[in-house]
């Protein structure tokens, strides 16, 4: 009886380990795996396991800063712990720890490390960290398939959602390479709440409230800016007087509402207690100098922007909004009209936090817990197209998917800038996946008045054969005045640079009488560009050294490594610059 029933809910799920097995397939062979899951923001997020089990840090409001300030030298250095009346306060709420508790305490009670070396962020707990947000993204296309099939969709709808869900948004990166944010924690949270209101409404079983109830907790627990998920409450109640019947039936069983409410501010207690014991103060703001600005919302910047617009790097999502108005088109009047609104009021409060584009991140980072809500209306409308717009909306859809995980791979190798992109930067590596890509947007942008030349030297037209190697300048620094002050070599050449060539310039700085390297720098030559692919440009790069005055003579080298074309270098010219 056991294994009829293990064998009936393997079957139901298997839709889902497939479609997360794929994931698991891509990062093992293309997007690329990473040592280290737990970092910037997920270091604070998951610090509680570590700071409660290993290190009994976490309860130490009587012993406040100004008194044992090596009590927090260890978290300081984590950079997530913020001052407090005195004290130090986990910066980040406690949510996603409690979700990875199960797995952190598993991977603790059977990793044999030495006591001294288990601090909680070895390799055992950085993978432990990625298994618990394959996890939850797990359980997150459960949720959405369960939520999709209470509006009637077609399962073959509903699995192509799911798909675009997990392969064609920034889940893609953030269940791997920042697994230990609280994103897929959360659109695990938020989608599982909207499967369990959905259900009340649909069924008014007071147990699917409680639940909802129980998951609206955990989503504050998470992230106290995601209870704004409440505010989509309309639009899973399908229209007004379904909305209207559900919270009459509610009052109308007032014990209900009120275990409810408990279970809701008992979930956030949690959290509540913990800087309670951290601070003395059940109610903590610990984002002190970080705020809102509701006057100045970045709406478009945040939406459309090269530099982290949500329409830009997740395309897929605008495809759900294009769904949202054939909603309307189709005179679904209030479905269209609640989830805009809910939309709108979305973005308006996102948009006005003081750094909208939230850091350095792959997309809009802070959409990522509200994904479901995009592809309720997307799954609809393909449900319900007429069968050629049908397969033109898949096709389009489907174009989405090669495009994520060929940027998620990009933004995780330096060739997609973390937070600095622009329209040029963008187009100008547009799909490129090549080693010379690498670090080629990231190009330093300098205030030439911050500096001064000291010396420069022409040294005219440099021709190289494909396949061949060529010295282009050595000199003795004693042939520099100065030289121990040089702080930056800048090197510039008259080239078309095509995005083809992969040949490379190597500048080096070596005690002259031995072998002993100072400086050594490799890079490709398109990494000299200045505007555009084949385009004839003086093209350059600023090679940063460290000023040395130990008296040694040098010999700075600059050489063209082989390449795969011919090269043609015209005018070169290198300056020798100090700080002024």
Not at 75 to 104: H, M, R
Not at 199 to 216: E, I, V, W
Not at 280 to 286: A, D, K, Q, R
Not at 431 to 452: C, I, M, P, S
Request: hydrophobic share 45%.
């Amino acid at each position: 009886m056991h294994r009829d029933i293990l064998k009936l809910i393997l079957k139901s799920l298997i839709i889902e380990a497939f479609i997360i097995f794929t994931y698991i397939f891509l990062i093992n062979n293309y997007i690329g795996n990473v040592d280290n899951t737990i970092n910037a923001d997920g270091i604070g997020y998951y610090d509680y396991l570590p700071s409660i089990f290993i290190h009994n840090d976490l309860i130490r409001k009587d012993i406040p800063i100004q008194e044992d300030s090596s009590a927090y030298n260890r978290i300081n250095a984590l950079g997530v712990y913020v001052d407090y009346e005195g004290y130090k306060v986990n910066k980040y709420p406690s949510g996603t720890a409690l979700l990875q508790l199960p797995f952190f305490i598993f991977t603790y009670l059977t990793t044999d490390l030495k006591d001294a070396d288990k601090d909680g962020y070895q390799r055992p707990f950085q993978k432990t960290v990625f298994h618990a947000a394959l996890f939850y993204l797990f359980l997150s296309i459960i949720f959405l398939r369960k939520t999709l099939e209470q509006f009637e969709i077609k399962k073959y709808s509903i699995v192509f959602a799911q798909v675009l869900l997990v392969l064609a948004t920034s889940v893609t990166s953030y269940a791997n390479f920042d697994a230990g944010f609280s994103h897929v924690y959360s659109l695990f949270a938020i989608t599982a709440f909207l499967y369990f209101v959905k259900s009340y409404f649909n069924h008014r079983d007071h147990n699917q409230f409680l639940l909802a109830c129980l998951f609206l907790g955990l989503i504050l627990l998470l992230r106290q800016i995601n209870v704004l998920i409440i505010l989509f409450i309309p639009f899973l109640a399908g229209s007004v007087s379904n909305l209207k019947e559900g919270i009459i039936r509610l009052f109308k069983y007032p014990e209900k509402l009120i275990i409810g409410i408990f279970i809701v501010f008992g979930m956030f207690f949690i959290q509540a207690l913990l800087w309670y014991l951290q601070a003395g103060s059940f109610i903590i703001y610990s984002y002190p100098g970080e705020s809102f600005d509701f006057t100045n919302p970045e709406f478009f910047n945040i939406l459309f922007s090269y530099r982290k617009g949500l329409f830009v790097y997740t395309p897929i999502l605008f495809m759900g909004f294009i769904a949202v108005l054939w909603l309307g088109y189709k005179g679904k009047y209030y479905l269209t009209f609640t989830w805009l609104s809910f939309f709108v009021l979305l973005t308006y409060i996102l948009s006005s936090w003081w750094a909208w584009f939230y850091g350095n991140s792959y997309g809009l980072r802070a959409y990522i817990d509200y994904y479901a809500i995009f592809f309720i209306p997307l799954a609809l409308m393909l449900d319900r197209i007429v069968l050629p717009i049908r397969w033109a909306v898949i096709s389009l859809s489907f174009l989405t998917i090669p495009l994520n995980i060929i940027q998620t791979y990009q933004h995780n190798v330096y060739i997609l800038h973390w937070f600095e992109m622009d329209s040029y930067k963008y187009w100008t590596v547009f799909l490129k996946t090549e080693d010379r890509f690498k670090g080629l947007v990231w190009k330093r942008k300098y205030d030439y008045a911050q500096y001064e030349t000291i010396k420069e030297f022409s040294i005219g037209d440099i021709s190289t054969a494909k396949g061949e190697a060529n010295q282009i300048f050595k000199i003795n620094s004693s042939e520099i005045p100065g030289f121990e002050n040089v702080c930056m070599i800048q090197v510039l050449i008259d080239n078309d640079f095509q995005e083809t060539n992969d040949s490379k310039i190597v500048m080096s700085i070596d005690r002259s009488e031995t072998y002993y390297n100072y400086y050594w720098h490799n890079i490709y030559l398109i990494h000299y560009l200045e505007t555009t692919f084949g385009e004839s440009q003086t093209g350059l790069f600023n090679y940063e050294i460290t000023p040395n005055s130990d008296g040694k003579a040098k010999t700075i080298s600059l050489k063209m490594s082989i390449g795969n074309r011919d090269n043609s270098l015209k005018n070169v010219r290198i300056k020798f610059l100090t700080s002024k």
